[in-house]
């Protein structure tokens, strides 16, 4: 399955690199195929083509983030993944709003 091109979501990559690649112990790699970001070695969000997947919200914000934004769980083939919520992103000028919870995800990743 193919969960990204940089046809599709390259610009949504490039934005979420310019706000996350500065912040200590991250770096970049591939994941499903995916550009995806991890705080010391621990996955904390990647691009997919129709958005962003936060990987380590606490329940708190999951329902939050649920609240003001569209999103699902993610599906890594016919495993759907509850915890891992999939934000739509039609547009950049939704992402100042998404960091703060990419932010929560990130500083939930450091803390193991």
């Known amino acids: 399955m193919n969960y990204y091109s940089?046809?599709?979501g390259g610009v949504l990559r490039e934005a979420l690199e310019?706000?996350?690649?500065?912040?200590p112990e991250?770096?970049?790699r591939r994941m499903f195929?995916?550009?995806a970001y991890t705080a010391d070695g621990r996955l904390f969000v990647f691009v997919v083509n129709e958005g962003l997947v936060l990987t380590q919200?606490?329940?708190h914000d999951r329902q939050i983030l649920a609240e003001e934004f569209a999103v699902e769980?993610?599906?890594?083939g016919e495993r759907v993944l509850n915890h891992w919520l999939k934000v739509a992103v039609t547009d950049l000028e939704k992402?100042?709003?998404?960091r703060r919870f990419v932010q929560r995800s990130y500083e939930e990743?450091?803390?193991y």
């Open 57 to 59: 919200l606490r329940l």
């Open 26 to 28: 991250v770096s970049a």
């Open 6 to 8: 940089e046809a599709q």
């Open 33 to 35: 195929g995916c550009p």
């Open 109 to 111: 990743a450091l803390r």
């Open 18 to 23: 310019a706000q996350v690649l500065h912040w």
């Open 73 to 76: 769980p993610f599906k890594a």
């Open 95 to 98: 992402l100042p709003r998404l």
